[in-house]
Structures are given as structure tokens and as C-alpha cells.
């Protein structure tokens, strides 16, 4: 199984009203700019642990790095919600950011769904973050008005398909279960490291069988409409320095057939001030399992 170089430290702090899970590397009192990493959906806070074992010891040194389980995911409490709302994530960064760094600005990394929570927090908080990487944090496909209608009725039946025990995620009787859907998904993943993954990722019930730990109602569609205009307007706003990494795999290509493209998403990028882009090679979206020393470059290179 993998073997962590830099073992992580857990803490729970209370965040609007949840006990929210955080994991720490490195100093906890440290006079450099924090790094935070925010991880993706369906995904946990220990995800990072390969990337952060791959940065090299001189920029570790010093230097506080701190990772959330996001609402609902990993060891973090729901809140008793049966969906969740994209500013809530927003709003607990904020909140994050206030016990682990009052008054300075951080740095900051998100991962796909993290990675669109970090674009929109640095254009609405942007004296709050010094830098920002975004690893393949797309934004959705542009949406139109007369979607509004259909896209409440699919909520509201979605919530009625959850509280019927029906959008329940798979158990799985073993964790070596477990690591071979993780390697399902990512086949670039290696053995070693979705044993470890498994054991965070998931963890027994009380009949022993493994389950995700991520809540199911994550699944329940959005019942508002992704804006384009006003995340661009929000872009526009971010006064950090951007780094705007992609894997080499097209994931947008696999996921949307044509309906958002990554030419798409770099036109997006141009409302950005200070945007530079980069690509990890033979990697696809969990390029942070994929390729962890080749992130780790290019984060120290660019945060140096």
C-alpha cells in the first residue's frame, strides 16, 4: 500500500452550525502564505495526499497547508440537508478562511468542482486569495431561460426519488471492492494508491459493508441554472494571479459530446485578468493521482 512522506494532521472545526473536517501538512502557525486545497465532487480532502507528498521539502517548509472535506463528503457532517446549493460552498470557504487565516490572503487550489468554487471565490473575495490554481474546474454548459421550468421539476422529483431511499450509493462489501471501482473509474490509478484512497474515500458500516463517504443527495440535480454572464462577470473580478491547469485527456470531450468544449472553456478564461495555462501529460481528470509530481512542479514554480 502507498506510504505517506508527510502524513497529515486531522482537526474538526465548527462552520456554520456542520463540524467541518480539515486535514493539515506542514506548520500549523507559519508566517508564508497558506496553501489551501479544495477537492472535487464525490472526492475527499485526503485526495491531495499524493500531490502534496510529491512538492519538494524547501516548499514545505514553513509553510501551513490545509485541506476541507467539503459539506457532506469525507468526515464532514450534511447539516440534515437533502440537497446542497453551489453558494454554500462559497460561503464555508469563507468561513474556513476566517479560523485559518484571518486577515491574510491565502493561496489557493481547486480540484474540478473545487476548482470552480476557488474561480468564483477569488472574483468575490479577491483580496482574500494571492494566487489561484484551478485544476480542470470547467464551469458548466451555457443554459437557456426556458430550461428554468423543467430543471425545478427535475429537482423537486429528485428529491422525492432520494427521500424514497432510491439515489442510494452502491455499498461495497470489502475495501478491496472499494479500490477496484476507484481503478475502474481512473485506470491510470495503481494499486498501491487506490488501496490507500479506498480506506478514505469509503469506510465500513455497522454490518461491515464499505460505503462512500459522500452524501447521496450530492447527486440531486441543481435547481438553478448555471449563468454564464454572471460567472463571467465574477471572473473579471479576480485580481490574483491564475494558473488554469488541464489534463492531456479531454475530459469536457468525454463528458458534454459537443455540448461545452474545452475551446469553450479557454474563450471563458479570457475574462480572467491574469491567467496562464498549463497542461499535465498522461493524465486524465484525477491528474493530481495521475501525475503528482508533474502538478507539484508546476504549483511550487508558480506559487514560488
Do not use: C
Not at 472535506?69 to 462559497?90: I, Q, S
Not at 474546474?137 to 427521500?163: C, I, N, V
Not at 460567472?231 to 491564475?242: C, D, F, G, K, N
Amino acid at each position: 500500500m502507498y506510504k505517506e512522506k508527510r502524513p497529515p494532521r486531522s482537526e474538526f472545526v465548527p462552520i456554520r452550525g456542520i463540524n467541518y473536517h480539515t486535514l493539515h501538512w506542514g506548520e500549523a502557525n507559519s508566517s508564508l502564505t497558506p496553501l489551501v486545497l479544495v477537492h472535487g465532487w464525490m472526492d475527499v480532502a485526503a485526495s491531495y495526499q499524493f500531490a502534496v507528498d510529491a512538492l519538494s521539502d524547501a516548499f514545505v517548509q514553513g509553510r501551513s497547508i490545509i485541506a476541507p472535506d467539503w459539506r457532506g463528503y469525507g468526515k464532514t457532517g450534511a447539516g440534515g440537508a437533502d440537497n446542497f446549493w453551489f453558494p454554500d460552498y462559497l460561503a464555508d470557504l469563507d468561513f474556513l478562511l476566517d479560523h485559518y487565516a484571518p486577515g491574510q490572503p491565502v493561496d489557493l487550489v481547486g480540484h474540478s468542482m473545487g476548482g470552480n468554487v476557488a474561480m468564483l471565490y477569488a472574483g468575490v473575495r479577491p483580496e482574500r486569495i494571492r494566487k489561484l490554481v484551478n485544476l480542470e474546474g470547467f464551469g458548466m454548459p451555457a443554459t437557456r431561460p426556458s430550461q428554468a421550468p423543467g430543471r425545478y421539476a427535475k429537482w423537486m422529483d429528485e428529491l422525492k426519488s432520494l427521500h424514497r431511499g432510491e439515489m442510494a450509493l452502491k455499498p461495497y462489501n470489502d475495501v478491496d471492492g472499494v479500490a477496484r471501482r476507484l481503478m475502474r473509474t481512473n485506470p491510470r490509478l495503481t494499486q498501491d494508491k487506490a488501496d490507500w484512497l479506498a480506506r478514505h474515500w469509503a469506510a465500513p458500516d455497522a454490518q461491515g459493508q464499505w460505503r462512500i463517504l459522500g452524501d447521496a443527495a450530492h447527486k440531486i440535480t441543481n435547481a438553478q441554472l448555471y449563468r454564464v454572464d454572471e460567472v463571467l462577470e465574477i471572473y473579471q473580478r479576480i485580481s490574483a494571479p491564475t494558473l488554469a491547469i488541464e489534463a492531456s485527456d479531454d475530459s469536457l470531450g468525454k463528458w458534454w459530446e459537443g455540448k461545452y468544449t474545452l475551446a469553450q472553456y479557454h474563450e471563458r478564461l479570457q475574462s480572467v485578468p491574469q491567467v496562464t495555462t498549463a497542461v499535465v501529460r498522461d493524465a486524465g481528470h484525477m491528474l493530481h493521482h495521475d501525475q503528482p509530481e508533474q502538478l507539484a512542479r508546476l504549483i511550487e514554480d508558480f506559487l514560488a
